[in-house]
């Protein structure tokens, strides 16, 4: 079957570094001296911990109660003993901490009992409890719950699998099709099934061949309807939203989810654990991350979470010129701030980097408009533009030229000829407009409240008054025909029946109001990815330690005009 | 904390400047060819200035000096003032101009990547309004030897008539307003086979340069294209009504700076629009501008004035020109 493929605008193609690392199997990570297992293990929601320490668990037991909506359950990766339950920090830009259970392996790496989970008579939504309670995120690098983004099941015709990988270097989806494409195919079918799409594709980058004829012999053994598509390699063929558009042709704007277009798309990985979760009811324990870079021994491992990456270098013997570390890939990933973070869901790669594989960027110099980073941008961006405007704090002017839809991929400032961290600037100028949109939510709420608490004793002031009134009355009618009977005192008093109207009105015009309110412009503190949320509270985090030590500071120097004066 | 991408291609601003010069060197081979090795004193005259006078004005500016010495950019305004010049100015006139390329042009305005017009072309202007005599002497091709030229550029006795002509479009300019035809001043010796003689080659050597630009994705084809269609166009609705009254758009085509223009001047990415309809829309602008010039105009070169005319609507073609965001086109849904 021939069917056409699209292509996206821009793109750039780096050396791909896959060689290092493409050819080494998938092994066992031996286990490490004590796993560090980040409660937080899907976006914006941390799990409610259930065990505490010196309590004994086993592989696959859960440690890890999911919490809210987006929250998924998480799992000890091996069996031993928590030691310890607390903060740690994460893997992240900022190092910044979240709960963690400790636990230290007892070398059996015992399973709990695994119950089978029969998904052929499973509700839906039994199945999509099966994903949480297994800890099913995307293993892609946003970590998304799978459970929430297969959603209501219905109005997707297409389920696109991202096999794409087009960073530089990584290889661990590579290695997973290559090794495992039964059961990836197998977890894509469930996913099929569970999304009720009638489409299945998965776009492989056409650097990786032997994935692809693994992929295609696993489907020829299938039912129709599954195609496996080499896509050109083309950086960033791999995001969501370019390989969407390379493989159906449909833009997927900013602020939009696949789904209203009907495709949704699964990382490999993510259908490799679906599979595993349903089918053999095993948790998410455990993922493929490439070790590469200016290390002795590449290779592809099976690590489990919560594994110190301290612990996978010594596997892979970084070499003595390594100055850095980063968790990705170059284009999207960091460095990391600290070694002793653990393994995440998310972590896909570790590079070591030397000065002589990544060597630091030369001086920046004037952005002469050329064009290039316009030519390059997958989004269509003029990026040099944005440039421009984020330099001169002008962000009005850069969400004109649609600053939200930069997917920071990178591309500009890979060509830049200047030199120039473009992506840098486009980080600065959306936390700042985040903050300001912040601000101004908690400006709106203050004043809502305040507009509110003055309503309220209003309110409080008539009530007060009309009960008063009605005391009065009915104290005058007492003295007045103590002789008589009182007749009138069944009536409730006036002042109530007076103020339920008018009660209701203002209700209803607050209620108006708040409707219109939320009715307005999305903004672009809503539709964040995970990291970005991570990102902003990294932001937040460091604009207050600054603030807080520009106060310190400043308090002594704003006096000195006084005194002058 | 150097973040992410952390690989980066191997390219540079000095990459680009130095391929522009490379692209340029057809064009001079066929200059010192055809009319003589005076203009490589002049390139030296003005590459000596430029480089001068940017160290000069970045120590004034407190900026760091090697780095923008060497991004060669200082070097590709000397080259296009040199070239854009006649090629028996007067040294100081070279020296004059290319300063104030520099130094009132480009750094006033804040330096590289700052400068809302184009350099060299802003100094042509000053120079032909302050020397208009001097900026007009054009010798012909075989016309005087190195010897002589080397002597005018040095300031040597001009003997006008003896050594200097006119150019093609400066004898069709005055041809025709002396009532002759087309035709009949063609048949004047300064006329090649499409342009001037001898300059025809020089502009065959530009567009030769301006391909290897295009083959290396130095720049874009909007630009060239736009202008030379700007500049065909209008030049051919004059002359099918009146080929008596109007040259043909080849003449055009191949005379005066219009190669030059097309492949080196309003491709200068600072001063010209940036997105694709924007380069269209600036560069057919310059040449209807240049063309209206050259025909109506005080002047028998008017790209100059046409490049700074259009540099001016930069802001506002950028604006309206704005290309559609993906995901904005509203595709299916």
Not at chain 1, 151 to 161: A, E, W
Request: aromatic share 8%; hydrophobic share 45%; with cysteine.
């Amino acid at each position: 079957m021939i069917s056409r493929l699209f292509s996206f605008r821009g793109g750039i193609k780096p050396d791909a570094h896959k060689n290092e690392s493409a050819e080494q199997s998938i092994q066992r990570a031996p286990l490490p001296a004590a796993l560090v297992v980040p409660l937080r293990q899907s976006t914006r929601a941390t799990a409610r911990c259930v065990v505490s320490v010196g309590d004994k668990v086993l592989k696959g037991q859960r440690i890890g109660e999911p919490e809210g909506g987006l929250s998924t359950a998480v799992h000890a990766p091996t069996s031993g003993t928590v030691t310890e339950v607390g903060l740690f920090p994460l893997a992240h830009p900022s190092g910044l901490d979240t709960r963690c259970v400790v636990i230290e392996p007892d070398g059996e790496d015992r399973w709990i009992e695994l119950k089978p989970f029969d998904y052929h008579s499973a509700s839906r939504q039994q199945a999509l409890n099966q994903l949480r309670d297994c800890g099913i995120v995307g293993l892609g690098g946003a970590t998304f719950p799978s459970h929430i983004k297969l959603g209501k099941g219905s109005g997707i015709d297409t389920l696109i699998l991202n096999g794409a990988e087009c960073e530089p270097w990584i290889t661990c989806d590579d290695r997973l099709m290559r090794e495992r494409a039964a059961d990836i195919l197998s977890g894509a079918t469930i996913l099929r099934e569970l999304i009720g799409a009638r489409e299945l594709i998965i776009g492989v980058e056409d650097n990786k061949p032997q994935a692809i004829a693994a992929m295609r012999e696993a489907a020829a053994s299938r039912e129709a309807g599954i195609r496996v598509v080499p896509v050109p390699s083309l950086y960033p063929a791999g995001g969501e939203k370019q390989l969407i558009r390379v493989l159906t042709g449909v833009e997927i704007p900013y602020g939009k989810l696949a789904g209203e277009f009907g495709i949704q798309c699964f990382n490999v990985g993510t259908a490799h654990a679906v599979y595993r979760a349903l089918a053999h009811g095993e948790p998410l324990v455990s993922r493929v991350v490439t070790l590469t870079g200016n290390v002795e021994r590449p290779g592809n491992y099976e690590v489990l979470i919560g594994t110190p990456i301290t612990h996978l270098l010594s596997l892979c013997r970084p070499r003595p010129d390594t100055d850095r570390t980063l968790m990705g890939g170059p284009m999207m990933g960091f460095a990391l701030p600290r070694l002793d973070v653990p393994v995440v869901k998310g972590t896909n790669c570790i590079i070591s980097a030397s000065p002589a594989l990544f060597p630091p960027p030369p001086p920046e110099q004037p952005c002469i408009r050329c064009g290039e980073c316009a030519r390059a941008c997958p989004a269509e961006l003029q990026p040099f533009e944005l440039y421009w405007f984020s330099r001169a704090k002008n962000f009005g002017k850069a969400q004109e030229y649609k600053l939200f839809d930069c997917i920071e991929c990178g591309c500009c400032a890979y060509v830049c000829p200047a030199h120039i961290p473009l992506v840098d600037y486009y980080r600065f100028a959306k936390s700042e407009i985040w903050a300001r949109e912040r601000e101004k939510a908690a400006a709106d709420q203050a004043r809502d409240r305040f507009e509110f608490r003055n309503f309220r004793q209003e309110r409080e002031k008539e009530e007060k008054a009309a009960k008063l009134a009605a005391k009065a009355a009915e104290t005058r009618a007492k003295l007045a025909d103590t002789s008589a009977t009182p007749a009138d005192a069944a009536t409730p008093p006036a002042g109530e029946t007076a103020e339920d109207p008018k009660k209701a009105l203002i209700a209803a015009a607050l209620a108006r109001a708040k409707a219109q309110k939320a009715a307005a412009q999305p903004k672009n503190t809503e539709a964040l990815s995970p990291e970005t949320e991570a990102e902003i509270a990294e932001i937040e985090a460091r604009r207050k330690r600054a603030q807080e030590s520009a106060n310190t500071s400043a308090s002594p120097s704003e006096r000195t005009p006084e005194t002058g004066a | 904390m150097i973040h992410s991408p952390y690989i980066r291609k191997p390219a540079s601003i000095q990459r680009v400047m130095f391929t522009v010069l490379l692209a340029l060197t057809p064009g001079i081979a066929a200059y010192v060819w055809q009319i003589g090795a005076g203009i490589l004193v002049n390139l030296l005259i003005a590459t000596v200035t430029a480089l001068v006078a940017e160290a000069l004005i970045l120590r004034l500016r407190k900026r760091p000096v090697a780095i923008a010495i060497g991004d060669l950019s200082a070097v590709v305004t000397a080259w296009l003032v040199a070239l854009a010049f006649p090629p028996v100015v007067p040294w100081w006139l070279t020296v004059i101009a290319v300063s104030i390329a520099i130094i009132a042009v480009k750094h006033l305005y804040g330096g590289l990547g700052q400068n809302p017009f184009n350099p060299a072309m802003a100094a042509y202007c000053t120079m032909i309004v302050a020397y208009p005599s001097l900026m007009s002497q054009w010798p012909a091709a075989g016309g005087i030897d190195f010897s002589t030229q080397l002597n005018l550029i040095l300031g040597g006795v001009r003997e006008l008539d003896a050594i200097t002509g006119a150019t093609a479009l400066d004898t069709l300019r005055t041809g025709l307003r002396a009532d002759g035809t087309v035709g009949s001043v063609m048949q004047a010796g300064v006329f090649g086979l499409a342009g001037g003689r001898g300059w025809e080659w020089i502009a065959g050597g530009y567009l030769l340069g301006g391909l290897f630009l295009l083959a290396t994705r130095t720049i874009t084809w909007h630009l060239p294209v736009g202008f030379l269609a700007g500049l065909a166009s209008t030049a051919a609705l004059f002359w099918i009504f009146h080929p008596d009254q109007f040259a043909s758009p080849l003449f055009h085509l191949a005379s005066g700076g219009a190669m030059l223009a097309a492949f080196f001047i309003v491709t200068d990415p600072v001063s010209g629009a940036t997105t694709p309809r924007g380069k269209l829309i600036f560069a057919a602008g310059v040449g209807l501008i240049a063309y209206l010039i050259r025909a109506f105009g005080a002047y028998p070169e008017g790209i100059a004035f046409a490049v700074l005319l259009m540099n001016i609507c930069v802001p506002l073609i950028d604006m309206k020109t704005q290309p559609s965001v993906f995901g904005h086109r509203g595709n299916g849904k």
